[in-house]
């Protein structure tokens, strides 16, 4: 495909894409000091505040396949503009909630818009960006927007909710809407593919029995541990998966293209991006209950000091794509990652007053993610034909949604399994005030004056030692992951390279029986 150097449109157009982009990031962590407020206000039961929380990202997550292929079909511009009518919309009733089970609905339906919002405008930026370099800088700005508005998140919630109500965290959405629906006919590109059939509602329906009770498992492995529930939601996501592999295979046009996985650097790239993301997700996680629960910072004092690990993210996807001119993207992913252990090593000797080497080793690890994310997705977008670039960017942002919820639940399993053995039972407790000292560091700080002295303390030392250990786990795995990329990638042309070293695209699939 012929290139050329994008000019001032592009660049405003993706600057147009930040905002729905950084919002997105925003809604995911808005709400951590939001919480209190709404459950003062609208009386929430313990698994309606839960579901609260977890409805948006269960949502995006199990939608995210779908609407990357519906907008390959009815067109991304089109796609972006109907998710972000139905955001703005949705932010508006999910503001003015009177009750919990609204808001649940509400933010249910928020995440199934914001599935629409995601590979649209990655997708788009595949379209207006055709020079490989310019394309991979973008791609990184587009990464950073998304970290930026999920570190802004608690700082945004906690100023809005001091100065207004719960609800106006919702709002920001409005302004970010109308913005959209007004510039992008003039400054987005409209891309669908022609002659393609309708979307196959089967296929629809066993995607999301795959993904969605993945997620449910996930997220409550690391609340609950494996109970009965996990292990049945484990077992259902499997069957679904067999089931929506197998139907894929079936038809003429599939809702994924499965052939995209016969590509090793396609396979590579996605499983790097899965590892970079458990031990991001995992890591973040834990890193933030340690500011506050540890440290026993504020949750706005905790944000702020999150600033210098965002800012090395940001270095790092915007400053991968410049370097990927000189260097093989593999190898400097590789590197990268080999950096990254640095902090892991960081976080492994922390103590319980180490708030500078926790901050510092975040900060490498947050850099990291920030190169594979560049990288690692418009590697994973430019191997697919330019008709299911959609197609191809939900399976990255897909990916990376479930490297986060799988880095909480088995780092968080692991910290708290730590936690759990390292803390000696208290004498004279009740029943209630033992439970939830022995259960978590969030659970002995809320019981705080009603323990002995050093307990506390004992606690704190309990939860850094699972984090010691997460963190060296985590380490491990990324660098099998940094070994893959110097093994599997390193002979990846360097970004601009000429048009005879770089690879074909996987040619799509033809000539299937349509199985429907």
Known sequence: METESAGWRPWCGLGLLALPTMLLGLDVTALYLVVPDIAADLRPSA????????????LIAGFLITMGTLGDRIGRRRLLLIGMVGFGAVSVLAAFAPSAGLLIAARALLGVAGATLMPSTLSLISDMFTDARQRALAIGLWATMFAVGMAAGPVVGGALVAEYWWGAVFLIAVPVAVLVLVLAPFLLPEHRTRGG?????????????????AFYALKH???????????????????ASIGFVRRQNRLRTPLLELRLFRDRTFRVALVVLLVGLIGFGGVMFLVTQYLQLVEELSPTTAGLWMGPPAAAMLLGAVGAPLLARRVSPGVLMAAT??????????????????????????AFVYLALGVIA???????????????????????????????????????????AVYRAGVDRAPGLDGDTEAAYGDSLSGAVAVADQLPDGALAQAKLAFTDGLN???????VAIAAAGLACLLALRRLPRLGAAASEAPEPIASAAGRDDGR
């Open 47 to 58: 698994t309606q505040t839960l579901w609260i929380m977890d409805a948006y990202g269960f």
């Open 197 to 213: 059939d309708r979307l196959d509602v089967a296929s629809v329906g066993l995607s999301l029995a795959a993904l969605l009770p």
């Open 469 to 475: 250990l997460a963190a060296l786990v985590a380490g």
């Open 337 to 362: 990652l080999a950096l990254s252990l640095l902090g892991y090593v960081l976080l492994g000797l922390a103590g319980t007053d180490s708030r500078v080497g926790v901050i510092g080793g975040f």
């Open 374 to 416: 560049a990288l690692g997705t418009d590697i994973v977008v430019s191997a697919a034909p330019p008709h299911k670039a959609g197609s191809a960017a939900s399976l990255s942002e897909t990916v990376q949604e479930l490297g986060i919820a799988a880095g909480v639940a088995v780092l968080g399993s692991l910290t708290t």
């Open 221 to 239: 492995a690391a609340a609950d541990g494996l109970t009965v529930e996990v292990g049945l939601a484990a077992l259902f996501t499997t069957v």
